[in-house]
């Protein structure tokens, strides 16, 4: 009767780990399940390509560049494949971003240039991720992940200005800017 028990209890605990560990998909799962296929191009890059040395930070500037680790770049070509490819790839994405777990911060464009949106996981005061999304009908769209440690929005926004003025390699962006092109 024990044995019997403990049977249960082990099959019980083991349903649960399985059942809670696959929640739908997640961005992090699309860009690994998709980064290889045709029509996308990824690409990771570090705080560390913005060369800050040369400008004078505000505390608040360096908090705010100091809490981001990594901008994770997916993008997806329309003109690369077919159209309902294209539709599907954007449904796929859509979905990801209603789950509730990601807030909205802005929403903007238009039906012919093209929509984004900035969205987040985490609270506004400790975010974890900071997920950039936009689309053009004759371009495709583009996945940004700021991923970082306690970032906060406000203290990110400060940093807007200090790109103006910080030196980065224009190579490493390469693959996005010949996406807009």
């Known amino acids: 009767m024990i044995q019997s028990i403990k049977k249960s209890i082990v099959m019980l605990l083991l349903v649960t780990a399985f059942t809670s ?23 990771d890059v570090p705080t560390s390509f913005i060369n800050v040395e040369d400008v004078e930070l505000t505390d608040e ?13 997916l993008t997806f070509k329309k003109e690369d494949t077919d159209a309902e490819a294209y539709k599907i790839e954007l449904e796929k994405i859509n979905t990801i971003l209603k789950d ?15 929509k984004f949106v ?18 053009a009908k004759d371009k495709g769209f583009m996945i940004a992940r700021v991923l970082g440690d306690d970032m906060n929005a406000n203290k990110l926004v400060s940093l807007t200005s200090i790109l103006e003025k910080a030196d980065f390699d224009e190579n490493q962006l390469k693959d996005l800017t010949d996406f807009f092109k």
């Open 21 to 43: 560990c696959n929640q739908g998909p997640t961005l992090q799962t699309y860009y690994v399940d998709n980064e290889l296929k045709p029509g996308f191009s990824t690409f």
């Open 61 to 73: 500037q360096k908090e705010a560049y100091e809490s981001v680790d990594k901008l994770n770049v």
């Open 100 to 114: 509730p777990k990601y807030e909205d911060l802005m929403r903007g464009g238009n039906s012919v240039d093209g």
């Open 118 to 135: 900035v969205k987040s996981l985490g609270d506004i005061e400790n975010i974890d991720e900071l997920i950039i999304f936009g689309h």
